[in-house]
Protein backbone atom coordinates (compact mmCIF):
# COMPACT_ATOMS: atom_id res chain seq x y z
CA UNK A 1 0.00 0.00 0.00
CA UNK A 2 3.16 2.21 0.99
CA UNK A 3 3.97 2.17 -3.00
CA UNK A 4 0.30 2.73 -3.87
CA UNK A 5 0.31 6.44 -2.67
CA UNK A 6 3.34 7.54 -4.36
CA UNK A 7 2.17 6.22 -7.49
CA UNK A 8 -1.05 7.60 -7.52
CA UNK A 9 0.51 11.30 -6.94
CA UNK A 10 2.74 10.69 -9.69
CA UNK A 11 -0.01 10.13 -12.22
CA UNK A 12 -2.48 12.39 -10.63
CA UNK A 13 0.29 14.96 -11.82
CA UNK A 14 1.05 14.21 -14.84
CA UNK A 15 -2.48 13.96 -16.21
CA UNK A 16 -3.17 17.32 -14.03
CA UNK A 17 -0.23 18.73 -16.44
CA UNK A 18 -1.14 16.85 -19.49
CA UNK A 19 -4.64 18.53 -19.58
CA UNK A 20 -3.36 21.25 -20.07
CA UNK A 21 -1.44 20.50 -23.25
CA UNK A 22 -1.95 23.74 -24.86
CA UNK A 23 0.22 25.12 -22.49
CA UNK A 24 3.04 22.96 -21.68
CA UNK A 25 6.54 22.15 -23.98
CA UNK A 26 7.09 18.70 -25.43
CA UNK A 27 9.52 17.82 -23.24
CA UNK A 28 7.24 17.95 -20.30
CA UNK A 29 4.43 15.74 -22.04
CA UNK A 30 7.34 13.83 -22.80
CA UNK A 31 7.90 13.31 -19.01
CA UNK A 32 4.61 13.30 -17.97
CA UNK A 33 3.91 10.09 -20.72
CA UNK A 34 7.12 8.68 -18.72
CA UNK A 35 5.97 9.08 -15.25
CA UNK A 36 2.10 7.75 -16.39
CA UNK A 37 4.10 4.26 -17.89
CA UNK A 38 6.43 4.18 -14.52
CA UNK A 39 2.95 5.08 -12.55
CA UNK A 40 1.24 1.85 -14.69
CA UNK A 41 4.18 -0.56 -14.53
CA UNK A 42 3.90 0.03 -10.26
CA UNK A 43 0.28 -0.37 -10.25
CA UNK A 44 1.17 -3.75 -12.35
CA UNK A 45 3.38 -4.97 -9.69
CA UNK A 46 0.98 -3.88 -6.78
CA UNK A 47 -1.81 -5.99 -8.19
CA UNK A 48 0.47 -9.25 -8.71
CA UNK A 49 1.67 -9.07 -5.22
CA UNK A 50 -2.00 -8.17 -4.15
CA UNK A 51 -3.31 -11.61 -6.07
CA UNK A 52 -0.51 -13.64 -4.45
CA UNK A 53 -1.39 -12.34 -0.77
CA UNK A 54 -2.63 -15.33 1.57
CA UNK A 55 -5.38 -13.81 4.16
CA UNK A 56 -6.72 -16.91 5.50
CA UNK A 57 -5.85 -15.72 8.76
CA UNK A 58 -7.28 -12.61 8.83
CA UNK A 59 -11.07 -12.02 9.68
CA UNK A 60 -12.94 -11.24 6.50
CA UNK A 61 -9.70 -11.49 4.74
CA UNK A 62 -11.31 -13.14 1.26
CA UNK A 63 -13.14 -10.06 1.14
CA UNK A 64 -10.24 -7.87 2.04
CA UNK A 65 -8.28 -9.14 -0.66
CA UNK A 66 -11.17 -9.30 -3.41
CA UNK A 67 -11.71 -5.47 -2.46
CA UNK A 68 -7.88 -4.77 -2.86
CA UNK A 69 -7.66 -6.99 -6.45
CA UNK A 70 -10.61 -5.48 -7.53
CA UNK A 71 -9.63 -2.12 -6.68
CA UNK A 72 -6.35 -2.25 -8.22
CA UNK A 73 -7.18 -4.15 -11.22
CA UNK A 74 -10.08 -1.05 -12.29
CA UNK A 75 -6.68 1.31 -11.17
CA UNK A 76 -4.19 -1.00 -13.65
CA UNK A 77 -6.94 -0.34 -16.49
CA UNK A 78 -7.23 3.29 -15.64
CA UNK A 79 -3.55 3.69 -15.57
CA UNK A 80 -3.87 2.25 -19.26
CA UNK A 81 -6.57 4.44 -20.78
CA UNK A 82 -4.28 7.39 -19.08
CA UNK A 83 -1.02 6.09 -21.22
CA UNK A 84 -3.62 5.97 -24.07
CA UNK A 85 -4.76 9.43 -23.79
CA UNK A 86 -1.14 10.82 -22.96
CA UNK A 87 0.38 9.13 -26.12
CA UNK A 88 -2.79 10.80 -28.29
CA UNK A 89 -1.42 14.14 -26.21
CA UNK A 90 2.05 13.13 -27.23
CA UNK A 91 1.24 13.29 -31.38
CA UNK A 92 -1.27 16.15 -30.69
CA UNK A 93 -2.63 18.07 -28.06
CA UNK A 94 -6.37 16.15 -27.82
CA UNK A 95 -8.70 17.94 -25.27
CA UNK A 96 -9.83 15.37 -22.83
CA UNK A 97 -13.66 15.31 -23.24
CA UNK A 98 -12.85 14.13 -27.19
CA UNK A 99 -11.02 10.82 -25.94
CA UNK A 100 -12.18 7.63 -25.78
CA UNK A 101 -9.00 7.01 -23.62
CA UNK A 102 -9.72 9.63 -20.86
CA UNK A 103 -13.49 8.75 -20.42
CA UNK A 104 -12.53 5.45 -20.10
CA UNK A 105 -9.87 5.99 -17.47
CA UNK A 106 -12.13 8.40 -15.79
CA UNK A 107 -14.66 5.25 -15.74
CA UNK A 108 -12.32 2.66 -14.39
CA UNK A 109 -10.47 5.11 -12.07
CA UNK A 110 -14.38 5.80 -10.68
CA UNK A 111 -14.81 2.25 -10.22
CA UNK A 112 -11.54 1.97 -8.34
CA UNK A 113 -12.68 4.03 -5.89
CA UNK A 114 -15.44 2.24 -4.90
CA UNK A 115 -13.52 -0.65 -4.15
CA UNK A 116 -10.78 1.50 -2.71
CA UNK A 117 -13.04 2.72 -0.29
CA UNK A 118 -14.54 -0.32 0.46
CA UNK A 119 -11.43 -2.11 1.50
CA UNK A 120 -10.07 0.92 3.23
CA UNK A 121 -13.39 0.73 5.43
CA UNK A 122 -12.90 -2.54 5.72
CA UNK A 123 -9.46 -2.64 6.64
CA UNK A 124 -9.70 0.02 9.22
CA UNK A 125 -12.08 -2.39 11.31
CA UNK A 126 -10.14 -4.94 11.01
CA UNK A 127 -5.87 -4.09 10.84
CA UNK A 128 -5.57 -2.16 13.73
CA UNK A 129 -6.69 -4.76 15.87
CA UNK A 130 -3.59 -6.44 15.12
CA UNK A 131 -1.41 -3.81 15.60
CA UNK A 132 -1.53 -2.12 11.73
CA UNK A 133 -1.89 1.03 10.95
CA UNK A 134 -5.15 2.40 9.27
CA UNK A 135 -5.20 3.28 5.22
CA UNK A 136 -7.17 6.23 3.56
CA UNK A 137 -8.83 5.04 0.12
CA UNK A 138 -6.82 8.03 -1.22
CA UNK A 139 -3.79 6.64 -0.41
CA UNK A 140 -4.57 2.98 -2.40
Do not use: M
Amino acid sequence: LTTSAHSRSKLADAVYSLYQCRSISKSTIARDVRAIQTAEDQRRAEYASARRLTTRAIPNGSTLKSDLVRALSHSLNADADFLAWARQEQSRCFPAKHSAAYRAAFRQSTAATTFKKRFASAWNSTGPRYGLRTVAYGDI
